[in-house]
């Protein structure tokens, strides 16, 4: 059975948060390309997300390390001649190099996929995704040290 983690990005809090999506959930992955959109209650054993919400896949990484480029068809794996993103970053301008990518299908050779939360159209509340254990500032962090010094 194929594990995944899925990195699930918020838009609207500009916060992501990370899952882990096992057997059944990761086994409905399976087939999906990069674009699709597919309902949030497709994986609801992983995520808790009210009604409407959609999930948008936007790419993703093989167990190589190898990024999945929206330019190739299908679960493959290839050289190709990239100028630019997803896959290489050129220093120069005109710069081209063959680096292996993957095909824009998930298959169970891939570890990580990349998502964004697509929010029905009349939502007006708070963002959905909240990360537990926010990022303390440095100064809540400089006071701790002095209390516990």
Not at 15 to 27: P, T
Not at 68 to 82: N, R
Not at 90 to 110: A, E, F, H, M, Y
């Amino acid at each position: 059975m194929p594990t995944f983690k899925l990195v699930l990005s918020d838009p609207r809090s500009g916060k992501s948060k990370q899952l882990e999506v096992k057997d059944e959930a990761a086994q409905r992955l399976i087939g999906l390309r990069i674009g699709d959109v597919f309902d949030a209650q497709l994986i609801k054993e992983i995520i808790d997300l009210p009604q409407g919400f959609k999930i948008k896949i936007t790419g993703g990484t093989g167990y190589d390390g190898a990024p999945m480029h929206p330019g190739i068809e299908g679960p493959v794996k290839k050289y190709a001649l990239l100028s630019g993103e997803p896959g290489f970053r050129p220093k120069k301008r005109g710069l081209r190099v063959r680096r292996l990518i993957r095909g824009n299908t998930i298959s169970d050779q891939i570890v990580q996929v990349n998502a964004v939360l697509v929010y029905p159209e009349n939502w007006d509340k708070e963002p959905v995704i909240q990360v537990s254990g926010e990022a303390k500032s440095a100064e809540a962090k400089a006071e701790e040290k002095a209390e516990a010094a």
